[in-house]
């Protein structure tokens, strides 16, 4: 198996690039399948911290809070059902933000194909 390098520290990225990287990362990912399972075993419409969410995965995890320790602050995520998007109503949308640098950015995620996909290795909440 081979580990990806998620590191930016060399690619001279704003801040605001690195949490924009890390949130298209989650979503399109499979490294993150751990993550977003455990998220949408959370109630949808309310904000949790991502450290909470990324704790089944010490990866995630770390990168997560080295991009805390960035913006001085918590990074937090929130999904919510979707019902009338044009994509389908499998479609929900998933928050990402961090207050401490007014940075926020929402992505479409189709979360029907994701759990309709293996992630029995994830267990269920």
Wanted: net charge negative.
């Amino acid at each position: 198996m081979r580990i990806k390098n998620y590191s930016t520290s060399g690619l001279n990225m704003s801040v605001e690039e690195q949490l924009a990287s890390f949130a298209a990362d989650v979503l399109s990912d499979t490294d993150y399948a751990a993550m977003v399972h455990c998220l949408f075993a959370h109630e949808p419409g309310r904000w949790f911290p991502l450290g909470d969410i990324c704790a089944l995965d010490e990866g995630t995890r770390d990168r997560a809070l080295a991009l805390e320790q960035a913006v001085e602050g918590r990074l937090i995520v929130a999904w919510m059902e979707h019902p009338q998007s044009v994509y389908g109503d499998e479609y929900v949308t998933v928050h990402f933000g961090a207050d401490t640098v007014d940075w926020w950015t929402t992505a479409v995620f189709n979360k029907g194909l994701f759990m309709a996909s293996d992630t029995s290795e994830y267990g269920d909440d």
